[in-house]
């Protein structure tokens, strides 16, 4: 086996434990909660695309990665879209229809601004790490191709 090959299957590998250990911990239930937009699920896909692309390069002894950088700082701008949503949806209709002295309507509104700001925030993090993992992977092969 290759060695390039070799040091990206190991990182990919360890990548997927933490993915699963994560899953194992709730993590799909958590994001299904959190997330509105379902952005956080697009930035692991392409870090799954981006992961596959990174060892198909490592195979073929490849030293271009064009490709995998701009899937890491596409993922980084998929979760700060998801952050200006997420802001959209808290600060959007919050407002509107608000009566301070109607507690009900002030626990609707807290209750959605707080939903908002969930999605905001998990989108982000979700960019953040997927960026992080391929990075990962990217800088580990341009440092053994040279």
């Known amino acids: 086996m290759k060695t390039r090959f070799m040091i990206w299957w190991l990182i990919a590998v360890m990548q997927i ?22 952005l956080s699920f697009i930035t692991v896909i392409m870090w799954a695309a981006g992961t596959y692309y990174i060892g198909h390069q490592a195979w073929k002894a490849n030293n271009n990665f ?5 899937i890491a700082e596409s993922c980084i701008s998929v979760g700060m879209i998801g952050t200006l949503v997420g802001f959209m949806l808290m600060l959007g ?3 509107a ?3 301070p002295g109607d507690t009900e309507s002030m626990k609707e ?4 601004m707080a939903s908002g700001m969930s999605t905001a925030l998990v989108t ?6 997927t960026s992080l993992f ?3 992977q990217i ?6 191709a040279e």
Do not use: N
């Open 139 to 144: 800088t580990t092969q341009e440092h053994k």
């Open 17 to 38: 434990i933490s993915v699963l250990v994560a899953i194992q911990f709730g993590a799909i239930e958590f994001l299904l909660a959190s997330d509105q937009t379902y």
């Open 97 to 99: 229809d608000i009566d």
């Open 93 to 95: 209709s919050s407002f």
């Open 66 to 70: 064009d490709t995998p950088w701009f």
């Open 134 to 136: 391929l990075k990962i």
């Open 124 to 129: 982000t993090l979700a960019g953040l790490v």
């Open 109 to 112: 509104v807290i209750g959605d």
